[in-house]
């Protein structure tokens, strides 16, 4: 079998990391390939590892077994390479709160030495581009959370990096600053930027990831695109009925169509259905008890939560 | 965009990449990281004035309160004794903030971001070393200025003074790493914020409000061999009014040892 390191177009290429803290095995043996100008969405829950893989990745924390290569170059022996080609965004905004917006920017600027005059110019245009002009003179203490936030993805991008890594960029977020983003990193990727994030919620990989890696206790468990994953995973059917004595019929409507093993309810006058086939609709579903004489109170479609997935590729509850 | 290097062809330029050493420039890392210090007290001129009350304070409490109490040493005005002790303070008082802005880096994340950059090692707490400088030496003036009206004056010349100044300000410098090592060890801003007040205490056991001579035998002892006593004295002798190597033999002990700690530990954070 072919490692990700292999992967000839990958431009993060991880094979085989592990990582440490103390007596924590936080990392165990992780394998992630992303190629070039796409978003990989590395989707866990808290403890999965997500940002001590990330930490690693941008050289900020040394690997104790394993290859991980950025752009081509080593992160161990060849962390200023990696350094020039990366931007990162952490969980914290990390800016300092007692300077302009403006000025945060101009110093990313010069420590890229791109020069005070560079430096400058290149922090109105982002400021500029990403409609953060207006408070671009206030001090960042007084930003608030949603602005923080973006101003922390925008300082990564001083210097036009080839790979981005972003740890939980949307945590935390009410769901506009959330967006604003979302359309960021969005126009990144159209510029072709490579993006690594990190995120607990399944729907933030699903509108931005081509890519999205399970991971959980340190390792990948589930890799692919979102439509691959939810095939895998499938979705959860829900019918109420209005009559208890139809459980029968709708059970058996239900095992045909989704072609999974229906659980009924009796008391609350239920059927659930796991289904492994994506292609079943609301409206097929509804059509198809109707005909069958099923009074339905209440229809449901639901995409399976991130408890969900990790309960069906786990075996454990998340 | 261009085309991104893929790992095939990449490995082949990245080996070679090796050899030839990323260019570095540690002069214009330092100065970029010196601007963002300045820029913060451009942003809030406050700080220069608040750096400058806990000073004030002590001259009011001890020059003029207890002082109207307290016999300088050889009958000297009192405040004449006191002042070079509160410039003292001055340097001393460097543990505290850079202690506090190291572990808010940590904590904000500041840190990493900067960690993820290609700068050269040690350059960012270099650079906020040298931005102290600059401000510290605005509040030792402004000290001075305080110290003339009061009374007190250098006796020996303006080129001693200017050596004790000095003195003052490569003791503050080296102290400042000390700050930002015990920053970097508490890792957390409150915790920073608090351990520091423990600093006023050390200022305190010395000879800066009153000569060591009175003091019990192991107060005396500690208050002797204590840092700020050995500047105090060392800036009595060369401003003139009652030795300066003991002092800079501290300052070498300071720096060699908590420098190269504090960057190592700014380095190493989460490896």
Redesign the interface.
Known sequence: MKTPYDVPSSVIAVAGLHKHYGKTHALRGLDLAVPAGTVCGLLGPNGAGKTTAVRVLATLAAPDAGEVRIAGYDVVRQADEVRRRIGYTGQHAALDEGITGRENLRLLGRLHHLGGREAARRADELLERFALAQAADRLVRTYSGGMRRRLDLVASLITRPSVLFLDEPTTGLDPRSRNEIWSTVRELAADGTTVLLTTQYLDEADHLAGQITLVDQGVVIANGSPAQLKELIGARIEVQLADAGRLEVAARVLAELAGGEPETDADERRVTVCTTTAAVGLPQLVRALDSAGVEALDVALRTPTLDEVFLTLTGSAA | ???????????A??AT??AT??T??PL??V???T??VL??YK??PGLVSVSLAAPLAMLVVFGYVFGSAISAPGGENYRSYLMPGLYVLIAVNAVMPSMVGAARDL????T????????SRGATLLGQALADMFVSAVVLAAMVGVGLAVGWRAHDGVGRAAAALGLLLLLRFCLVWLGFYLGLLCGREEIAAQAGILVFPIGMVSNVFVPTAGMPAWLRAVAEWNPVSCAAAACRTLFGDSAGTATLAWCAAILLVFAPAAVRKFNRH??
Request: proline share 5%; net charge positive.
């Open positions: 965009m261009t085309a991104m290097p893929t790992t095939a062809n990449a490995d330029t990245a990449a090796t050493a990323v570095r420039r214009t890392d100065w970029a990281l601007l963002r820029w913060y942003n809030s904590e904000r994340g500041m990493d971001r900067l960690r993820t950059m290609p700068i989460g490896r």
